[in-house]
């Protein structure tokens, strides 16, 4: 057989079935003609396309049935389906169909001319959005703002690159990293510097699932079925809708159970997010970073090798080393001394930040959050040192 079957996206269709009828052409279901065989032979290839989503319907005994069904049909009738069930139907009627090919609205292409990129309708802007140069712009921001793990930074650039390829080609959908380690050494920064290099103005899509450890989790995760009391959408739909990039993060990953794990299981096999009521977010070209403080063997007892194998990437962040946390601290400073500026119009030391790192010893910090407040310790002594009343400096300011 030499038929070719092309894909649609379900919110096309209205669109690609005017445009064919202005063509002269006539859409029909595939199940017209299960009904009736004898149909196929009246069919004029010239004015019909079929349908063939319908036998999404016959899952067993797909393979065989649709080879039956389809022979009678002349090679030169087009094929359509629903994009949905693209991966079942590649496989099981790979010998009724030698070419594939995927419709593309106007809408897509005229944006592709304006833009010239491989943007798609999602509201997200992806990793996979960015061309080569963005990217570029992307991982020397990325490297900027989170300190240290040299090697992490490496692979994800790697990683990157390969998910992007293989995105393109439909896949790879969702790029999975699994983040293990001790505290405060810049995990969920991790997740947080994406967003913020991805240019993301709203707010990063979280869910802390060290909140999700009851046995009701799963619907407050996806929403309960309509009709219950607290059938409103779960959380982590709010959250993704709401959000401006593709980027999830889950913190604390190993406080919840089985029937979450599982539920994630099929997010990174499927791509999707599928709600309680069968809603379903297209999760293409995301990045969803999980993070943990388990050790390396607990990983291995609590996460089931199911779930482990879909990771796409597994890292344990070590400590971080001294001279990452005097950037840290450099960092820290200056954010702190340009706010203080803008709020109260003076102007504070030059590199105060120098000064600050001779009176704090990096070394007896590895949670970053425990450096910052050792910062402010050291700040607040600076102020009164320096005799700044900055609570009066603002007083004066707003009389
Ligand atoms: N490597 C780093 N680069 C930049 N900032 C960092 C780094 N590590 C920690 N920080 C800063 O320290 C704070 C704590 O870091 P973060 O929340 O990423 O820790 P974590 O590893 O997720 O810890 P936990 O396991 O407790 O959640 C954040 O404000 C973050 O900005
Ligand atoms: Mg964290």
């Given at each position: 057989?030499?038929?070719?079957?092309t894909?649609?996206?379900r919110?096309?269709?209205?669109?690609?079935?005017e445009?064919?009828?202005?063509?002269g052409?006539?859409?029909e279901?595939?199940?017209?003609?299960?009904?009736?065989k004898?149909?196929?032979?009246?069919?004029?290839?010239?004015?019909?396309?079929?349908?063939?989503?319908?036998l999404?319907?016959?899952?067993?005994?797909?393979?065989?049935f649709?080879?039956?069904?389809?022979?009678?049909?002349?090679?030169?009738i087009?094929?359509?389906?629903?994009?949905k069930?693209?991966?079942?139907f590649?496989?099981?009627?790979?010998?009724?169909?030698?070419?594939?090919d995927?419709?593309?609205?106007?809408?897509d292409?005229?944006?592709?001319?304006v833009?010239?990129?491989?943007?798609?309708?999602?509201k997200?802007?992806?990793?996979?959005?960015?061309?080569?140069?963005?990217?570029?712009?992307f991982?020397?921001?990325?490297?900027k703002?989170?300190?240290?793990h040299?090697?992490?930074?490496?692979?994800?650039?790697?990683?990157?690159?390969?998910?992007?390829?293989?995105?393109?080609?439909?896949?790879?959908?969702?790029?999975?990293?699994?983040?293990?380690g001790e505290?405060?050494?810049?995990?969920?920064?991790?997740?947080?510097?994406i967003?913020k290099?991805?240019?993301?103005?709203?707010?990063?899509?979280k869910?802390n699932?060290?909140?999700?450890?009851?046995?009701?989790?799963?619907?407050?995760?996806?929403?309960?079925?309509?009709?219950?009391?607290?059938?409103?959408?779960?959380?982590?739909?709010i959250?993704?809708?709401?959000?401006?990039?593709?980027?999830?993060?889950?913190?604390?990953?190993?406080?919840?159970?089985?029937?979450?794990?599982n539920?994630f299981?099929?997010?990174?096999?499927?791509?999707?997010?599928?709600?309680?009521?069968?809603?379903e977010?297209?999760?293409?070209?995301?990045?969803?970073?999980?993070?943990?403080?388990?050790?390396?063997?607990?990983?291995?007892?609590?996460?089931?090798?199911?779930?482990?194998?879909?990771?796409d990437?597994?890292?344990q962040?070590?400590?971080?080393?001294?001279?990452?946390?005097?950037?840290?601290?450099?960092?820290?400073?200056?954010?702190?001394?340009?706010k203080?500026n803008?709020k109260?119009?003076?102007q504070?030391?030059?590199?105060?930040?120098?000064?600050?790192?001779?009176?704090?010893?990096?070394?007896?910090?590895?949670?970053?959050?425990?450096?910052?407040?050792?910062?402010?310790?050291?700040?607040?002594?600076?102020?009164?040192?320096e005799?700044?009343?900055?609570?009066?400096?603002?007083?004066?300011?707003s009389?």
């Amino acid at each position: 057989m030499e038929k070719e079957l092309t894909y649609f996206e379900r919110i096309d269709f209205n669109e690609f079935r005017e445009l064919k009828e202005s063509e002269g052409f006539l859409i029909e279901s595939i199940s017209d003609y299960i009904k009736d065989k004898n149909l196929i032979e009246q069919i004029d290839p010239l004015n019909v396309i079929i349908d063939i989503t319908a036998l999404s319907g016959y899952s067993a005994s797909m393979q065989a049935f649709s080879e039956e069904l389809l022979i009678p049909f002349d090679d030169s009738i087009l094929f359509i389906a629903d994009i949905k069930h693209e991966e079942t139907f590649n496989y099981e009627l790979r010998y009724c169909f030698t070419k594939i090919d995927y419709w593309k609205s106007k809408k897509d292409k005229s944006d592709d001319k304006v833009e010239n990129t491989n943007k798609s309708k999602s509201k997200h802007k992806k990793i996979t959005d960015l061309s080569e140069d963005e990217l570029g712009v992307f991982f020397q921001e990325f490297r900027k703002s989170l300190y240290g793990h040299e090697k992490f930074k490496d692979d994800f650039f790697d990683l990157t690159k390969t998910f992007r390829v293989f995105n393109g080609i439909r896949e790879h959908k969702i790029l999975s990293l699994f983040l293990l380690g001790e505290s405060g050494v810049g995990k969920t920064e991790v997740a947080n510097s994406i967003y913020k290099c991805l240019g993301g103005m709203k707010k990063l899509a979280k869910v802390n699932f060290g909140n999700y450890s009851s046995e009701f989790s799963l619907s407050s995760l996806i929403g309960s079925a309509r009709g219950y009391i607290g059938s409103d959408d779960g959380e982590i739909f709010i959250r993704v809708r709401d959000t401006d990039i593709g980027v999830i993060l889950i913190d604390e990953f190993e406080k919840s159970n089985a029937t979450l794990f599982n539920y994630f299981l099929d997010v990174l096999e499927s791509g999707k997010l599928v709600s309680s009521l069968a809603e379903e977010i297209d999760l293409d070209g995301f990045i969803i970073v999980f993070t943990s403080n388990i050790s390396k063997e607990d990983f291995s007892n609590k996460i089931s090798p199911e779930l482990r194998s879909r990771f796409d990437y597994k890292c344990q962040f070590t400590l971080l080393y001294n001279e990452d946390k005097k950037k840290y601290v450099e960092f820290r400073v200056n954010s702190i001394v340009r706010k203080v500026n803008e709020k109260y119009k003076i102007q504070l030391e030059e590199n105060l930040h120098e000064r600050f790192l001779t009176q704090i010893n990096v070394s007896d910090y590895n949670n970053m959050r425990d450096l910052n407040k050792k910062i402010k310790t050291v700040f607040v002594d600076y102020v009164t040192s320096e005799k700044l009343a900055l609570h009066e400096l603002e007083k004066e300011i707003s009389e």
